[in-house]
């Protein structure tokens, strides 16, 4: 029997989920008969998602297309950080959304300080982006787990290397 169980707290997605909730957007998009003259752009980059499109009410329309097809592929929305919205060429507008990935220091000191002030038989410190939990039972670990889970937290949260 090992002496010490433990699990890490990682903020991260699919990203090959995202590619083809991405495609199945963009199909929809040109269908559409609301959407289909718009000529809006999707384009994915290392971390950051561009939508380029003709007025601020298709951005929400392609908001709305593109938050429905991500939670279809079990993706949460929390991943995405909408940035401010721009004019481009040609009365068209465009937004930058950030794709989130990790956990910041900030959020990581909260969650350490949750649970420790909520059991005292649970360990919690910081790895770079992520924070691993640990304990002598694995009984403590699920109540760790149910107790960030029971927290309203700014980005998605998984929890990996359960062992």
């Known amino acids: 029997m ?16 995202l590619v083809n909730a ?11 008969y609301d959407l289909k003259d718009t000529k809006t752009k999707l384009d994915l980059g290392e971390t950051t998602l561009t939508i380029e499109t003709d007025s601020e009410f298709t951005l929400q329309t392609v908001h709305t297309v593109l ?24 009365n068209r507008v465009r937004q930058e ?5 990790g956990i910041d220091k900030e959020l ?17 410190a910081i790895q770079g982006d992520a924070v691993r939990i640990s ?4 009984d403590d670990l699920q109540l760790a787990i149910q107790l960030i889970k029971g927290e309203d937290w700014p980005v998605a949260l998984q929890f990996t290397n359960y062992r």
């Open 2 to 17: 090992a002496s010490s169980y433990s699990f890490d707290i990682v903020s991260d997605f699919d990203r090959q989920e």
């Open 22 to 32: 991405l495609d199945q957007a963009r199909r929809e998009i040109t269908t559409r």
């Open 67 to 90: 938050q429905t097809k991500t939670a279809k592929r079990q993706l949460s929305l929390k991943i995405f950080d909408y940035g401010a919205v721009e004019s481009a060429s040609g």
């Open 97 to 101: 959304i950030t794709l989130q990935k």
């Open 108 to 124: 990581a000191k909260k969650m350490t300080k949750l649970v420790r002030d909520n059991l005292k038989k649970v360990q919690a």
């Open 135 to 138: 304990a002598k039972s694995k």
